[in-house]
């Protein structure tokens, strides 16, 4: 029996973990189960009782990517210890389905890569892709009608900014930002939510601006695809063309593993 493939997004804020299974399938492929665990300090215990829940005979191949080295490190020294028998891969540039015209594409973040992965198996043949990324950072990359992974802008993320307020001033209050279900009034009539429109709405600006930019020498207008915390609501917001994937950089993940085998 072939064993699952265990898709790992180490991000600075969450580890997200996708259980997938290792038949090929048309489209893009969707997690069996999955986990979220906080990336700073992972509970690793919850992993194992996750694992165990599941139901995991014969194991597990872990494919991890990651854009957090201390996370990574626990995480490798838990399945090196408690999984021993279970292969491990950590993805690199070079790993991944995927053309990349960038000077330097080993410098790229790889989730970023593995969105375009996904995106190139969702997108329309013919029309390039804008793929937004709303994590601790927010990224918009482009991705050509050829399938090439051109590039893109990285700005501070929404719960990013919002700590900057704080940090940065003497009376702004730290607020929460990191998930969003729904946009929030543009007209704040106090403090705290006026520093939710400014935040959410900048970030709608920004990724509203740079798509248009991003696709300008584009024929035809690209399909723009969503993934992260603040995803659901800058959907709402963007509008019918854009097109929100929860699981977009663990899919791309899979695809990559699949690849490789």
């Not at 991890?64 to 020294?77: E, G, K, W």
């Not at 969003?180 to 106090?190: I, N, Y």
């Amino acid at each position: 029996m072939a064993r699952s493939i265990l898709a790992v997004d180490v991000g600075n804020a969450r580890i997200k973990i996708g259980r997938f299974a290792p038949e090929h399938v048309a489209g893009l492929p969707e997690p069996e189960q999955t986990l979220s665990l906080c990336g700073r300090e992972p509970e690793l215990d919850q992993l194992a009782a996750w694992l165990a829940a599941a139901g995991d005979s014969p194991g597990c191949h872990w494919w991890i990517a990651s854009v957090n080295r201390p996370a990574t490190t626990r995480l490798v020294d838990w399945v090196r210890q408690h999984r021993p028998d279970d292969p491990l891969t950590l993805l690199s540039a070079g790993d991944l389905p995927l053309a990349v015209d960038v000077r330097r594409p080993d410098m790229v973040g790889v989730d970023r890569l593995l969105d375009a992965v996904a995106a190139n198996r969702l997108r329309s043949p013919g029309r390039p892709a804008v793929v937004v990324d709303l994590g601790t950072a927010i990224t918009v990359d482009l991705v050509s009608a050829a399938g090439v992974f051109c590039g893109g802008a990285i700005l501070p993320g929404i719960e990013m900014s919002a700590r900057a307020m704080h940090e940065f001033t003497d009376l702004l209050p730290l607020i929460e930002m990191s998930e969003l279900d729904q946009p929030p009034p543009a007209l704040g009539t106090a403090t705290v939510p006026a520093m939710r429109s400014g935040l959410y709405w900048l970030a709608v600006g920004a990724v509203r601006e740079l798509t248009a930019r991003l696709s300008s020498d584009s024929k035809g207008p690209p399909e723009i695809f969503l993934t992260g915390g603040a995803g659901p609501a800058m959907a709402e917001a963007i509008g019918g063309a854009a097109r929100l994937v929860p699981h977009l950089t663990l899919a791309g993940i899979a695809l990559a593993a699949k690849h490789a085998d």
